[in-house]
């Protein structure tokens, strides 16, 4: 049974710091591009952050650039996506995704975790 599994949201103030982490489970982890995408209220769901599955080549969002920083470890079937320097505009539910790097799909979605930014 294919799990993602993100954790690592809550509140936080403008300026700081969190981690997120999105555990995978029931697929082969090495073989899959991770994402990190949010969605905020009233808005589509976007990319933020993207990490090929031998974390050779990442990508951000203009937004984020520099401020964000995603990662992956194989050996824990995990990417991470470290977020600093917060703004309230970063306020959203963040979605890991996985797809396979060679075809593309299958796709694989997690639950979400809500990332709130405020003082």
């Known amino acids: 049974q294919v799990q993602l599994g993100e954790s690592g949201g809550g509140l936080v103030q403008p300026g700081g710091s969190l981690r997120l982490s999105c555990a995978a489970s029931?697929?082969?982890?090495?073989?899959?591009?991770m994402s990190w995408y949010r969605q905020a209220p009233g808005k589509e769901r976007e990319l933020v952050a993207y990490?090929?599955?031998?974390?050779?080549?990442?990508k951000y969002a203009d937004s984020v650039k520099g401020r964000f920083t995603i990662s992956r470890d194989n050996a824990k079937n995990t990417v991470y996506l470290q977020m600093n320097s917060l703004k309230p505009e970063d306020t959203a539910v963040y979605y890991c995704?996985?797809?396979?790097?060679?075809?593309?799909?299958?796709?694989?979605w997690g639950q979400g975790t809500q990332v709130t930014v405020s003082s």
């Open positions: 995704k996985a797809n396979h790097q060679r075809f593309l799909r299958p796709i694989y």
């Open positions: 990490i090929n599955s031998d974390a050779g080549s990442t």
């Open positions: 029931g697929f082969t982890f090495s073989n899959y591009a």
